[in-house]
């Protein structure tokens, strides 16, 4: 069965530095999202991307946050200048038709 | 603005315990709501989605109804086992196909062998 692959699965950086994290879709999707869970709190919607733009972002998603899909397959997060209250796990989904949103494994970004 | 609750936060039950979990939404003007399973540190599952015009949806021993008018959902597990064990998160998509999830807290299930 496909599924949504994301890596790496873990990433450590110092504060100020730059990551990018990286996820490929379920192929045939049309629809990308990128959610982020801080350690014992909600699932939070990050940003949307459809037809290679940006369809909705939430507050969350300001400035020192962008997306890409660079090729055909490979969708990115970059976060510019870490800070540490962006640690969480990163998550990637995709959704095709029907409605259902399907989850990667998730990065757990640590900052330090 | 969309808010979605599951209480309690945690349950503990005996194997072959059927059970239910609870997810209520503030805004019923819902596009369809998706049941999830998450096993500690990982990723999440789909278990169900549930457009807004069904009022259920079944998969093996999962059933997931719907109620949009009240703003409830629940998802029933019969004859619950051991490997039922993780956090259940509901999420629900207003109108629009590119819509974005938003997430109740979950509720994190324990069944005793």
């Known amino acids: 069965e496909p599924e949504v692959t994301q890596t790496p699965s873990h990433q450590v950086t110092q504060m100020g530095q730059e990551v990018i994290l990286r996820c490929v879709p379920i192929?045939?999707?049309?629809?990308f999202y990128w959610y982020r869970q801080i350690l014992g709190q909600k699932v939070e919607f990050l940003v949307s991307f459809y037809n290679n733009e940006i369809s909705e972002k939430s507050e969350i998603f300001d400035d020192q946050f962008s997306v890409e899909r660079p090729d055909g397959s490979n969708f990115t997060l970059k976060i510019r200048s870490t800070k540490l209250e962006d640690s969480a796990m990163y998550f990637c989904?995709?959704?095709?038709?029907?409605?259902?949103?399907?989850f990667g494994p998730g990065t757990r970004l640590t900052v330090l | 603005k969309q808010e979605v609750t599951q209480i309690p936060a945690a349950l503990s039950v005996p194997e072959g315990e059927n059970l239910v979990l609870n997810c209520s939404f503030t805004d019923s003007a819902i596009y369809n709501l998706q049941w999830f399973r998450q096993d500690p540190g990982k990723g999440l599952t789909s278990l169900l989605l549930i457009q807004s015009s069904q009022r259920e949806q079944t998969s093996g021993r999962l059933n997931a109804s719907l109620d949009k008018s009240s703003g409830r959902s629940t998802l029933y597990i019969a004859a619950s086992q051991p490997g039922d064990s993780a956090t259940y998160l509901c999420?629900?998509?207003?109108?629009?196909?590119?819509?974005?999830?938003?997430f109740g807290k979950g509720i994190t299930l324990s069944v005793r062998p």
């Open positions: 989904a995709s959704r095709g038709d029907p409605d259902t949103q399907y």
């Open positions: 192929s045939n999707h049309l629809y």
């Open positions: 999420a629900v998509s207003l109108a629009g196909a590119n819509s974005k999830l938003t």
